[in-house]
């Protein structure tokens, strides 16, 4: 079984920056990519990026250009920086892994706000 803990969220101002950390433990067996989406109410989940177990990596495009996933692939954790962070930002994260199957983290607030 696959747990995730997830960090980072808050309150931040328009442009401000945020750092977004998952850390997965349990049993991790073929592990190919680690992620995040967002939500907002009434709104169906967005990915927002993830990395693949190469290394690969994909944005949604309206955060291309200011967010940026990265993991450390020896600590299992991913990491979501965010930068000039905007309103429609705003939402709680979800982080997953993909691995026997895929298992999601218990999401964390973030709120982008004057």
């Known amino acids: 079984q696959v747990q995730l803990v997830e960090s980072g969220g808050g309150l931040v101002q328009p442009g401000g920056s945020l750092r977004l950390s998952c850390a997965a433990s349990?049993?991790?067996?073929?592990?190919?990519?680690m992620g995040w989406y967002r939500q907002t109410p009434g709104q169906q989940r967005e990915l927002v990026a993830l990395?693949?177990?190469?290394?690969?990596?994909r944005y949604v495009d309206s955060v291309k250009g200011r967010f940026t996933i990265s993991r450390d692939a020896a600590k299992n954790t991913v990491f979501l920086q965010m930068n000039s962070l905007k309103v429609e930002d705003t939402a709680v994260y979800y982080c997953?892994?993909?691995?026997?199957?895929?298992?999601w983290g218990q999401g964390t607030q973030v709120t982008v706000s004057s």
């Open positions: 997953y892994v993909d691995a026997r199957t895929r298992t």
């Open positions: 990395i693949e177990r190469g290394g690969n990596t």
């Open positions: 349990g049993s991790i067996f073929r592990l190919s990519a």
